[in-house]
């Protein structure tokens, strides 16, 4: 009897909408599903997959450049191949696009692929409660991306209050009125909906784009990809961070910067302490790591934006090393951010 398909889920949403706390929350929360997952980075370093790392069994990670850029289908299919297979024994993959990929090329990847195992399984696109109106003013593509999905993650909306809630959904449904449109704290969602998510059996009302025209359509090079705009800076260092310093840094951030991401080691007393950190626009926040998470031992992050003065950048993150002993309640500083 043949093998059944892996349905393969593509989750994309611009930069820091949520799509790392989608996948890690579907990765704790697999009711007994098998998920093969793909992560792909925009930076030389490839925090997300740190991020997903310890939780999952079979990844395959791309980072330094854009999945959706591939220019024909083999390299997602050599992806694909290793996660996908007659051995397999999957029952959903997950494909984490970059926050600045094209969801209509990651379709055209997964769809257009000659591996038998799999079918595409959806665009489920996650979008930032808070950064939607002004992420879309200045790119009108996150407009398409909407318009593309199979299922819209309305998340973070505990950072916004009720009648803003209905402003974007009023939004999203006008740009997508046939997707399912569901709001969520911390991508918490319930899996059984995107797992379950139907295969398109082909053109539908209100669709905007047939999978033939996403298939074959030949203007990809013509058209502006959202990376065109943004570059990665990353920074890397063994020495541990003056906490005060660097959340000024976090506050006075250089000219264009939109998204930092990482882990930092900071200094204050006699510890030496790890956190993620996330910046989302002038949003920060610092995340303890748990007891046993395999963290980098030293600072490394990527600090993504458009026109950056990368030396700048990494002068300015190099200016954050503690050079002398850093008193205990420097700590304050980022305890301002964390989450409880
Ligand atoms: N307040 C709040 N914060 C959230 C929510 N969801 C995610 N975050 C935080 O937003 C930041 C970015 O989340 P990620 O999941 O890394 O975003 P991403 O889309 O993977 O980011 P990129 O890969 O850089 O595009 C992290 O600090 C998350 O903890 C939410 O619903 N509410």
New binding site residues.
């Given amino acids: 009897m043949a093998k059944k398909q892996i349905p393969v889920l593509v989750v994309a ?12 929350h579907l990765l704790r929360n697999t009711r007994g599903a098998r998920i093969g997952v793909i992560v792909n ?2 930076g030389s370093v490839d ?2 997959s740190m ?1 997903v790392a310890g939780q999952v069994d079979s990844m395959v990670s791309l980072s330094n450049g854009c999945l959706c850029c591939a220019v024909d289908v083999s390299d997602m299919d050599a992806m694909l191949d290793r996660l996908a297979n007659r051995s397999s024994d999957l029952d959903v993959i997950v494909v ?1 696009a ?3 990929a094209e969801p209509r090329n990651m379709i055209r990847l997964v769809a257009g692929s000659e591996n038998p195992f799999v079918t595409y399984g959806g665009l489920v696109l ?1 979008v ?3 950064e939607f109106e002004v992420s879309r003013a200045r790119h009108p593509e996150i407009e398409q991306h909407v318009a593309l999905a199979d299922l819209v993650l309305l ?5 916004i209050d009720s009648d803003a809630h209905d402003d974007l959904l009023g939004a999203v449904c006008g740009l997508n009125p046939r997707a399912a449109v569901v709001s ?5 969602i319930d899996p059984a909906l995107l797992f379950d998510i139907p295969e398109r059996p082909g053109p539908q009302p209100g669709e905007q784009l047939t999978l033939d025209q996403l298939l074959y359509s030949d203007d990809d090079h013509d058209h502006p990809h959202l990376h065109d705009d943004y570059e990665a800076v990353t920074f890397e260092t063994q020495d541990a961070l003056h906490p005060r310093v660097l959340v000024d840094f976090l506050e006075n951030q250089p000219a264009g910067v939109f ?1 930092i ?1 990482g882990y930092v080691r900071v200094a204050a007393g006699l510890r030496v302490s790890t956190y ?5 626009g002038d ?1 920060i ?1 610092f ?1 303890p790591v748990s007891r046993g998470e395999k963290v980098p031992d030293c600072t490394t992050l ?1 600090v ?1 934006g458009t026109d950056l003065d990368a030396d700048a950048v990494r002068e300015r993150l190099a200016g954050c090393v503690a050079t002398e002993p850093v008193s205990g309640d420097a700590m304050y500083a980022v305890h301002r951010f964390t ?1 409880r």
Wanted: charged share 30%; proline share 0%; hydrophobic share 40%.
């Fill in positions: 949403g611009f930069l820091g909408a949520g799509k790392t706390t989608l996948l890690n980075d925009f925090i997300d991020m984490e970059s926050g600045l996650v930032d409660a808070v998340n973070k909306t505990d950072r969520t704290e911390h991508a918490r998204r991401k993620r950190l996330h910046t989302v949003h926040r995340e990527v993504i989450a």
